[in-house]
């Protein structure tokens, strides 16, 4: 939909700060009405159904005892740096206009970890949806965005062991079959295991986190393309990549994977191992009493990019999240073609819809020291992601729901009849009458003409989906009487009821009642796939 | 509420896009917790008043037949050029990272203008609530924020004249009054009559922006100010100014200002003062039947900054928009005592809380020229917006609305109730229960401990708020009955009512109906001042 187009010389000085003294000048400079790379507009029906999303999930959270927090969009650049590991270099940082550095925030949990910590906080169920900006590849399609929103829910502060990670799962469970979707997987495994296999692989201290991001893109690449990366890249000898490839492989049910991993003496020798599957012991009673142990992958594959992790992590995906089985070769042949690397929608999955984890670390690494020059102790947290733009991409495709759903929220098309001699249209008249239905919390309508023909005004009246028009006839208005009509019946013959203007809120109510119309209630059961 | 940290030297290492192989190597940088300037996070109560802000107005946006579209938090540089007249040097632009150069959007106003040229859309009615950004001076407890929220409503379209700008002054007016804001006044004046008026003072056409600019600084300077502004700065001879002078300083109401500039024969001999005045005569004729004349000022010193309004502008202001009396007096001494300027809050006034106008050739500058080399026609717009940071910090001043308002909005606090031998807690029990609670929609708490005394768990359903407990008694329990309480009664004492587990949710529902709980109507009628 982009078009080329010339803007004027003023633009291009106002743009360095210097006013303008004249609209009119004119100059060739071209460039294309687009939204820049990776973003784009959102409107109509699909904003529709993403706000039915938003609000699905708040009210999930709210259930939860979740109070909400917003943080700028943007913050200092010192408070972002560090977290991220090999995906730093996505963030997107603001210009240096002669103040404070500053970046656009890279996920909601890093400034929740420094909200945290600002302001003292020992405990908090909190949640946040808000957009996150990424300077990554972008795969429009399927809701790989550079800028997209997350819907996140995170604990913080010291409980019971596994009692808030268990009660994520759930959440994480509602949230996804509460959108209508039920063929999906939680790939679930513990940063403490998947150290302790490590180690016990013989992968040196200060190797691990590189040889975990590794790890993290076998969901993208075949054990082969990993092994090489990390023999070849990152130092390791083929017998250590060749052990961690047996350990990598086993995944099952939650006793199952349990079962295999207590049954290791090597595994259990180490301590990190050992604790690890400790924690999934507890939480595997707790996720059972939630019934939602049935949805869970217990993944020894599973790593996550991000360094913060310290327990148990975890990601919700569905057969839509893996790349299509010839994606290397599109992608070696969109490479070949050279052809603008827009959007790689072709040669990428949706990837995990949610994902998540425990991350006791990050909010210490934003405390002081006191004045004994001890430091303060972390709050620990847990939390999940929910990505709106992907699950927006699974739901769209639920080709029936487009049909049913309506823009707009107008319920009453006012509308004035007359002609002939001395008509005026009635436009004041249908603003009175207009003004006196919003008083009442009526939502409505009218044409923005002064003399407007009755089917320019049904034409508009469809459009709009209002299902209820008020007629203000020529003769009948001045007797103090309006008509109302149902709309979408069929019958546009039909006159309408004839009703006294006193009586108008109280018919209108009525009808509406009898219609039960309420358009975001069907959007929510339609998204709930009822 | 900022303290000092020591941040670890593998953060400082990552910034870089370098891996850390280490969480536990340090080092003595220091950096300040804090968010960037201007910015602050919004959290418990007060995110309660302004969600609730949103609910307010989206409704109200709703109900004019509103739809609502989502733009991108970033711009093409381009896009934003030459819009904001000397503003625009006020415009966050981000680092150029190696690809297109974008800007934080300023505003919604030309976000929405480009999309509706982008999509070639003939017209609509829509609204956005989002945030802006602006490198201006912060008054924080003004609401004068650099990032902060509006809430635009505007009508792109070609329709019969001043009939959308009158139903915006509708909006502004139900928009206002709805929020329990009731002393307010509305700025109205129009650019054509400014122009005009500009013209016959005898200013030159390529004068007319600036000098329209420096009118615009008469809500903070006097006159005198203003003047000399215009005489030394923007080469204006005395006389000049002077003529100008004359006319800023009229206003009164819509009828009264009408007859005075009506009667002005030389003011009426220019066709933009005439254009402009016939405008403003048909929408009193609307605002009229509306009944929201009564708010409206005609204002001949109201100007507006930005370049691209064309027609009728207006602004709502309350006695807390203007800066203190001893405004210039405190700035001084703020500048002598040369402490860090970080918030102008004491030398500053809330400013306008709503602002619009029309802008009908907005749109014409994104437009293209079509294959015979001809310009398309622009699309007229006109709209409003709402400053939400201001209108939170006149509201919040309404002291009895914080008691009244929870952060949470959980309903019922499960406990366990036991001891002795062989008592476990009931941990499982109560995820049980929570779990069926919530499938059924009802919000709900536990305490995160495996065991937990009843003093603990009473204080902490008390600092959630819930106003019932279900309580699993040791013995109970097994026999398939739990207790419903209700709380904050003062009868804390007594047991509750014995309830089979099979009827719980009938109870509890049924009791919640009862106490007629509903966290946010509570909320929103506070807000209305009810």
């Not at 708040?58 to 943080?71: E, P, Q, Y």
């Not at 991000?306 to 599109?330: F, H, M, N």
């Not at 001699?421 to 923005?448: D, H, P």
């Not at 009703?499 to 009808?511: A, G, P, Q, R, Y």
């Amino acid at each position: 939909m982009s078009q080329s187009i010339s803007t004027s010389a003023p633009a291009a000085k106002a743009a360095q700060g210097v006013p303008t003294s004249s609209k009119k000048a004119k100059e060739t400079q071209q460039f294309t009405l687009k939204t820049p790379k990776g973003t784009k507009d959102w409107a109509d029906k699909d904003m529709i159904i993403r706000e039915a999303i938003f609000s699905k999930l708040t009210s999930l959270f709210k259930s939860h005892g979740g109070v909400t927090i917003d943080t700028p969009v943007f913050e200092l650049r010192e408070i972002l740096a560090g977290k991220y590991g090999e995906d730093s270099k996505l963030i997107y940082n603001l210009e240096d206009q002669g103040g404070e550095l500053t970046s656009l925030r890279y996920d909601l949990t890093v400034p929740f970890a420094r909200y945290v910590a600002m302001n003292g906080i020992a405990n908090i169920k909190r949640y946040h949806i808000a957009k996150v900006y990424r300077r990554d590849q972008p795969a429009m399609t399927k809701g790989r965005m550079r800028e997209f929103y997350q819907c996140d829910f995170d604990v913080a502060g010291s409980y019971d062991s596994m009692v808030p990670d268990a009660e994520i799962m759930n959440i994480l469970v509602s949230g996804l079959t509460g959108l209508g979707i039920r063929d999906f997987k939680i790939k679930l495994n513990h940063r403490k295991i998947l150290d302790g296999i490590f180690q016990v692989c013989g992968v040196k201290e200060e190797d691990v986190r590189k040889i975990s991001s590794a790890v993290d893109k076998l969901d993208k690449s075949p054990w082969e393309a990993v092994k090489k990366e990390m023999c070849e890249e990152k130092g390791q000898p083929e017998e250590v990549a060749d052990k961690i490839g047996e350990y990598v492989k086993i995944s099952g049910s939650l006793r199952e994977v349990l079962q295999k991993l207590s049954s290791d003496p090597v595994l259990m020798a180490n301590e990190s191992a050992k604790l690890g599957v400790e924690e999934i012991t507890t939480m595997t009673d707790y996720v059972e009493a939630f019934e939602v142990d049935k949805y869970i992958s217990f993944d020894m594959s599973l790593a996550r990019g991000l360094d913060y992790y310290t327990g148990v992590i975890y990601e919700a995906v569905t057969e839509q999240s893996a790349p299509p089985e010839d994606a290397a070769e599109k992608k070696e042949k969109a490479k070949k073609s050279k052809k603008d690397e827009e959007d790689a929608s072709e040669y990428v999955g949706v990837g995990s819809i949610a994902a998540g984890g425990r991350y006791d670390g990050l909010v210490g690494m934003f405390l002081g020291t006191n004045s004994k020059g001890k430091k303060a102790p972390s709050i620990p947290c847990v939390g999940i992601s929910f990505g709106v733009e992907r699950l927006f991409s699974l739901i769209k495709q639920r080709a029936q729901l487009a049909d049913k759903i309506r823009a707009s929220s107008t319920q009453v098309y006012i509308m004035a009849f007359g002609g002939g001699e001395g008509w005026n249209g009635f436009l004041k008249e249908r603003m009175t009458v207009a003004s006196q239905l919003w008083k009442a919390g009526i939502e409505c309508e009218y044409l923005y003409k002064a003399k407007a023909n009755p089917r320019k005004q049904f034409e508009a009246a469809e459009r709009s989906g209002c299902p209820i028009a008020v007629i203000l006839g020529k003769e009948e208005y001045p007797q103090g009487q309006v008509r109302v009509k149902v709309l979408g019946t069929g019958n546009e013959k039909e006159d309408g009821e004839l009703v006294d203007l006193s009586d108008l809120i109280k018919v209108v109510s009525t009808k509406l009642e009898e219609l039960k119309y309420d358009g975001m209630d069907d959007v929510t059961r339609l998204l709930a796939g009822l």
